[in-house]
């Protein structure tokens, strides 16, 4: 036993009602009736008085046997038949008796495949071991270990928030410096702009623009071209004149050469003429000497004209050329400027959303840094009582889960719930058995049926069945709660003071209907016969669906909700307090609680009423204050809401 189950109640097996149970019930009912009795004689000795104040009903919380019965009522008949099946469905793989052997109760039958039954066996005891440690360790709290790691889960969430503070510091000095870059790039290129500005003023002060600069131009060169054209004819002119001179000079030497040749020859009269002829031709040459000397003059002054005329388009052309300089250099400006400013806008969004995801990320970290605190404070906090009420009705709810997987894995053998001879085999192995219980036939009817549908002839037919069987209707909802091989107790109207042990054999799976009212019948095997029992005979049978042993309860009118959600009111000091607990099988008369409550603790009752009417009209109050442990049905009293038992 560990240390969850040692705190929790055990989940018990089948077995019988303790005569003593039964008995203790016998003397609930008379006590029952007893205390109604001196209620009503209180009633009428009070009658026509004061009505006093209700007094505060209580019962003590004690430990002992909590047990839900439910009971019927049905007809005595000899045993005839009984065909015995599987409850569940499944493949048969073994079938282990043969037509006419004798078979005992309790003896295998057959077997299905329980490989499915196994596995949810083993889910449940997993389930269960996750239950009671998890019970375990809301009891116990956390361990070395698991506060070193909390403590670790702290310190690195202070670590992290350590380091976003340290990247959003980082990354508002990188957005400060990528900043900075295109602002000084912005500055700088709004400041050359200013100057190219200004120098196209300057510029502008020879033209104002680039289509007068150009006119300028076109009007130098065309100066130019009649210059030039003015030069060409000059030079032409010169040409001209430099050959009449040649000519002149060449005339010269001809007659200066027919003079010499007069002068030996003494031809005065050819001496005179070529005397004049050379006077005349030295004439000529001095005269063209003298226009080319002019002429000369002319050209240098076509030469500078000529010259000034060039300086004059390459100023102009300077002028048209810088007013072009200007215009691009301004436009490069404008686009360096335009540039810089979307730089300095994406810097901006860029720092921007770094810094917003820094204060996000900032915020993650301290929020972390608070949900590690309050994580760490709420799994070192004491245990609460519902914590403990949810953690300890899990286990419970873990503990009827791995029962009820366990009788699961139990039903896949088939046991004969009556000592008899097998009349016939109804299946074979690798067949599929469909289900359905057991079903008897009687000497007195031939009713049969079946719990889940299944075939009504079941896998095996005993006969050869001795001893009295008893069949009774049950309610569904109590149907439900019923299972073959039950242990129940039966009591026959003709021999009032005998009980007989007797066990479920057969459940039916059709319902009857009468005025409304739905109902299963189920057949009892009684377990020893009795001299004077008939067939035909009334019988009442009650059987234990639900006990829980050595556990506290109180009476089932002091519990209101149900389970973890249940709440009793204690008397503490005079004064009523409301009180949460685990509520846990709710018996015919009281209900055990797993948590939440001590031994001998007081709880309050609902105080109830009675009234008659006289000839004065008046009503008296009754009260009451009961304690005790539930019993079977039928076999505790309840005065006024208050439960009794032993």
């Known amino acids: 036993m560990n240390v969850i189950t040692s705190r929790l109640p055990a989940v018990r097996g089948r077995r019988a009602i303790p005569r003593g149970l039964r008995s203790l019930g016998l003397l609930n009912g008379v006590l029952g009736a ?46 005839k038949e009984l065909n015995v099946g599987f409850t569940g469905a499944g493949t048969i793989t073994s079938i282990a008796v043969k037509p006419g052997q004798r078979v005992q109760q309790g003896q295998i039958l057959g077997r299905i495949d329980s490989t499915t039954a196994q596995q949810g066996l083993q889910q449940a005891q997993a389930s269960l071991a996750t239950a009671e440690a998890q019970y375990e360790q809301t009891l116990t709290g956390e361990t070395a270990l698991q506060r070193k790691q909390d403590a670790l889960s702290i310190t690195q969430a202070k670590q992290s928030l350590a380091n976003a503070k340290a990247t959003q510091l980082q990354d508002r000095k990188q957005s400060a410096s990528s900043l900075t870059q295109p602002t000084n790039a912005l500055r700088a290129d709004q400041g050359q702009e200013k100057v190219d500005l200004y120098q196209r003023t300057k510029d502008e002060a020879t033209y104002p623009t680039e289509a007068a ?63 004049a002829a050379v006077a005349n031709d030295r004439s000529a040459v001095e005269s063209d000497q003298s226009s080319l000397t002019a002429l000369s003059k002319t050209q240098n002054a076509d030469s500078y004209t000529i010259s000034q005329d060039n300086s004059k388009v390459s100023a102009d052309q300077s002028a048209l050329t ?3 300089n200007d215009a691009k250099a301004i436009l490069a400006d404008e686009a360096k400027i335009a540039a810089d400013r979307q730089s300095v806008a994406s810097a901006r969004l860029s720092a921007s959303g770094t810094i917003a995801r820094d204060v996000q990320t900032l915020a993650a970290a301290e929020l972390a840094l608070t949900s590690a605190r309050a994580s760490v404070a709420t799994k070192q906090a004491p245990p609460t009582a519902a914590a403990l009420a949810g953690a300890r009705a899990s286990v419970v709810n ?20 009556i000592a008899g001879t097998v009349a016939s085999v109804n299946g074979t192995v690798g067949t599929a058995e469909s289900g359905g219980g057991n079903s008897a036939v009687s000497s007195s009817s031939s009713a049969t049926g ?3 549908g299944g075939s009504s002839t079941g896998l095996v037919t005993l006969t050869g069945i001795n001893g009295m069987q008893l069949v009774a209707g049950f309610a569904e909802t109590d149907t439900a709660k019923l299972r073959v091989g039950q242990p129940a107790t039966v009591t026959v109207d003709a021999l009032p003071t005998v009980e007989l042990a007797a066990h479920i054999i057969a459940i039916d799976g059709t319902a009857t209907s009468s005025s409304g009212v739905v109902t299963y019948n189920v057949t009892f095997a009684l377990d020893r016969s009795e001299p004077g029992l008939k067939s035909g005979m009334t019988g009442n049978v009650d059987v234990v669906v639900g006990e829980a042993d050595n556990v506290l309860h109180v009476p089932t009118a002091a519990v209101r909700g149900s389970g973890a959600n249940a709440t009793v009111t204690v008397l503490e000091a005079g004064k009523q307090v409301s009180v949460p607990v685990v509520a846990g099988l709710q018996g015919d008369s009281s209900t055990a609680i797993l948590s939440g409550l001590k031994a001998n603790e007081s709880v309050v009752l609902p105080s109830v009423s009675f009234a008659t009417t006289g000839s004065t009209g008046l009503g008296t109050t009754g009260t009451g204050s009961t304690t005790g442990a539930g019993g079977r049905r039928g076999g505790g ?8 038992g032993g």
Do not use: W
């Not at 010169?238 to 009449?244: E, G, I």
């Not at 009293?637 to 009794?644: I, N, T, Y």
């Open 213 to 275: 600069a150009q006119a300028a131009i076109t009007a130098d060169q065309a100066q130019l071209a009649t210059d030039q054209t003015k030069q060409q004819s000059d030079s032409q002119h010169q040409f001209d004149l430099q050959a009449q001179q040649n000519a002149d000079n060449n005339q010269l030497s001809a007659d200066q050469a027919s003079l010499t040749a007069a002068t030996t020859a003494h031809n005065n009269a050819a001496i005179a003429q070529y005397t």
């Open 34 to 79: 007893a205390l109604v009795g001196a209620g009503i004689g209180s009633y009428f000795v009070v009658a026509g008085t004061s009505t006093p104040a209700a007094a505060v009903r209580t019962a003590t919380v004690t430990r002992g046997v909590v047990l839900s019965t439910t009971s019927a009522t049905g007809t005595l008949q000899a045993a």
């Open 450 to 452: 079946s719990s889940g």
């Open 398 to 417: 873990a503990q009827v889960a791995l029962t009820n997987a366990q009788k699961t894995v139990d039903d896949t053998a088939l046991e004969a719930p």
């Open 637 to 644: 009293a309840a005065f006024f809401g208050g439960g009794f």
């Open 322 to 324: 810088a007013l072009q």
